[in-house]
């Protein structure tokens, strides 16, 4: 705990000498009786017949003055408040094979158009969202947010590049959501690669596996991924073994197929060749995680992600100002002090 005010503290210096004010005044009144009073109250005064309930309320209203003597320091702590959030996050195609015209006007500008449809249409300020596209390596383009222009703003700049590495996708999309779970997204992604790494992507998702406790596929329903996509994976991270990483952690993915199976030919850096939609492996991906796959990803699909999200009530920590309570707690012992003087000797203190 921190004060805004920590000079204020100062005051509590004088706590001390209230007390021993007291006590000298309970010693100056039992000299009084002995040297005045009869037997019996002398009797009294050496304590015989003193209850100790005498000094409650002196020693409640000491207490309530400490607590207020802090609280006009203004006290600071973290808190653990509850709030309701919600977090979906959309990894979107940016390979070149999204330039095909088998789903018009583009592949590219179907997949947009449906997520902007889909973020316009999302009630309420309390789910957030966040943009990852991928292509050859996947990069965040929105962090999660409630504001809504940021992330149609994302969608509207994407550009096209070469490969698609759906792994690589869901793995950022996964390590957006969770970064606090160590998700180690360069040697997840470039290990093979990049650099010689010993062990397989599967074995590196044991590891990162192993840093949590796995819970039930589908059972973190204030989050998902919508992977939108023609799913026809040329590099990186086998994206079964990506969703396998999803399923462990509860996160549901929604895949969205882009294209036609029998697909489009395009032409590409003065190459032409043939794309076709892969359902297979989107399917598998929606059937691990506990999600639900679905063709060319109309706004009116989208939808249905979200009306499948509960809401989870979060326990976040917050720093924020207590001098509320400090004050109401002191407010409560004095009137408690005064309220048993009262009743006791018929008198305040």
Do not use: C
């Amino acid at each position: 705990m921190s004060f805004a005010w920590p000079e204020a503290l100062w005051l509590l210096v004088a706590l001390p000498l209230l007390v021993a004010g007291y006590v000298a005044v309970l010693r100056r009144k039992k000299r009084a009786l002995v040297r005045y009073a009869n037997l019996l109250m002398v009797k009294e005064a050496m304590g015989s017949g003193v209850q100790v309930r005498r000094h409650v309320p002196p020693a409640l209203f000491l207490l309530a003055l400490a607590i207020l003597i802090l609280a006009v320091a203004r006290p600071e702590g973290v808190v653990v408040l509850p709030s309701q959030k919600q977090t979906i996050i959309l990894a979107m195609d940016v390979s070149g094979s999204m330039r095909a015209r088998d789903v018009k006007p583009s592949r590219l500008e179907a997949m947009q158009e449906a997520a902007r449809a889909f973020v316009r249409e999302l009630p309420g300020r309390q789910t957030r969202i966040g943009v990852i596209s991928f292509a050859g390596t996947a990069s965040v383009v929105q962090a999660p947010t409630d504001n809504r222009e940021e992330v149609l703003a994302a969608i509207d700049r994407f550009q096209l590049q070469r490969a698609t590495a759906i792994g690589s996708g869901i793995i950022v999309s996964l390590a957006t959501l969770f970064p606090d779970h160590g998700i180690d997204v360069s040697q997840m992604i470039y290990g093979r690669e990049a650099r010689p790494h010993p062990r397989s992507f599967p074995e590196r998702r044991k590891e990162a596996k192993a840093e949590f406790k796995p819970v039930p596929p589908g059972s973190h329903d204030s989050a998902a991924i919508i992977l939108l996509t023609d799913g026809q994976r040329t590099t990186g991270p086998d994206p079964i073994e990506a969703a396998k990483m999803s399923a462990d952690r509860g996160v549901r993915i929604f895949t969205v197929g882009i294209g036609t199976k029998e697909g489009d030919v395009i032409g590409f850096e003065g190459w032409s060749f043939r794309v076709r939609l892969d359902e297979e492996t989107l399917k598998q991906v929606a059937a691990l995680t506990r999600g639900e796959y679905f063709y060319a990803g109309t706004a009116t699909d989208l939808k249905k992600v979200y009306e499948s999200l509960g809401t989870r009530i979060v326990l976040e920590k917050k720093r924020t100002e207590v001098t509320a309570l400090f004050a109401a707690l002191a407010a409560v012992l004095a009137i408690a002090a005064a309220a048993l003087s009262l009743a006791w000797f018929s008198r305040i203190l």
